[in-house]
Every structure is written in structure tokens, then in C-alpha cells.
Nanobody, 122 residues
Framework: VQLQASGGGLVQAGGSLRLSCVAS????????MGWFRQAPGKEREFVAD????????YYADSVKGRSTISRDNAKNTVYLQMNSLKPEDTAVYYC????????????????WGQGTQVTVSS
């Protein structure tokens, strides 16, 4: 599976962005998918995860209530809608396909996109 993330940009605090991640390969629909982020000088951290069917979603406390992960298996795409953005949301955002069982652990995600930069100004 190859992943291509897009949709990042510069936005003012309180604004919104929708990130997209398009996957190549017919197996996309069988993988749970996740979003992670990495700020300068910090470790990569979990943001959200969605089951292969889209029926189950999981969020980090830092984005819960402000973000929504969704997927369209017919389009091989997973989305991350982010609202009420804060300067601390500034990071490179990565999408990833999970083969393991532990949600949120970077070691359980085997395929990674190249990342898209999100910058939130105060």
C-alpha cells in the first residue's frame, strides 16, 4: 500500500482544515487507518484511527471533539477533518495503514505516507 497525504496548509487559530490520504492498491479497504503528527523536536504522536469498515473511530485526547476521521473505501481515501485549530496543532501530519492490533502505537502501522504540513498561527 502506498499512501499520499495532502490538504495541509497555513491557517489561523480557530480555523479548519481537511486532510486527505489517498492509497494505491486494492487492499486499502482491509486496513484500519490512522493519522499521526510530529512537531519539530517532538516524537510522532497518535491523532486518530478508523476501522476498515469505518464503523469504529478512536482519537487522542488532544484532538477529541475537534477532529473527525472518516474514510471512503470506494475512493481509497481516508480523511481527517480538523476544526477549532490551535497553534499546538502545528505539525507534519502522516497517514498510515495498520496491520497490528494496538491502536495508536506507531509500531503497529506498517505503511506510511510522506506527510503534509499543518501550521496554525495565533
Amino acid at each position: 500500500v502506498q499512501l499520499q497525504a495532502s490538504g495541509g496548509g497555513l491557517v489561523q487559530a480557530g480555523g479548519s482544515l481537511r486532510l486527505s490520504c489517498v492509497a494505491s492498491g486494492r487492499a486499502f479497504g482491509s486496513y484500519p487507518m490512522g493519522w499521526f503528527r510530529q512537531a519539530p523536536g517532538k516524537e510522532r504522536e497518535f491523532v486518530a484511527d478508523i476501522s476498515w469498515s469505518g464503523g469504529h473511530t478512536y482519537y487522542a485526547d488532544s484532538v477529541k471533539g475537534r477532529s473527525t476521521i472518516s474514510r471512503d473505501n470506494a475512493k481509497n481515501t481516508v480523511y481527517l477533518q480538523m476544526n477549532s485549530l490551535k497553534p499546538e496543532d502545528t505539525a507534519v501530519y502522516y497517514c498510515a495503514a495498520r496491520r497490528g492490533r494496538e491502536i495508536g502505537s506507531i509500531y503497529e502501522y506498517d505503511y506510511w505516507g510522506q506527510g503534509t504540513q499543518v501550521t496554525v498561527s495565533s
